[in-house]
């Protein structure tokens, strides 16, 4: 199993059990980001932001360890290593310190 699928296998892990009788839509509400886009996450579809990430850990009230581990995976997916083999060591930076997409002013 690549890291973006064990990554999405986790969070969705972890929604089941803070919001067991939600869906998946309720779910993405609360935590304030597109249903789409959870659904992608869970899915291994593609890797999460540190923005997302850390809305997922504090509407799952997921303790220290439980976010180490999910940044972690999303740090060092295959899709990371793919980048800094392409690119060299100066996507490093790019790769593990991830900025959200928003409006430039």
Known sequence: MDKENELGELLKRHRE????DEGLRRVAEKV???YAHL???EAG????TDESL?????AYKLDAQAQLLMF???RLS???LRIIERAGEDAVV???FRKSKRPQK
């Open 72 to 74: 972690n995976l999303a």
């Open 39 to 41: 659904f992608r996450l």
């Open 17 to 20: 059990k803070a919001f067991p």
């Open 94 to 96: 790019g790769a593990f």
């Open 78 to 80: 295959d899709h990371h």
């Open 54 to 58: 850390q809305k997922i850990a504090n």
């Open 45 to 48: 579809q593609y890797v999460p």
């Open 32 to 34: 304030g980001i597109d």
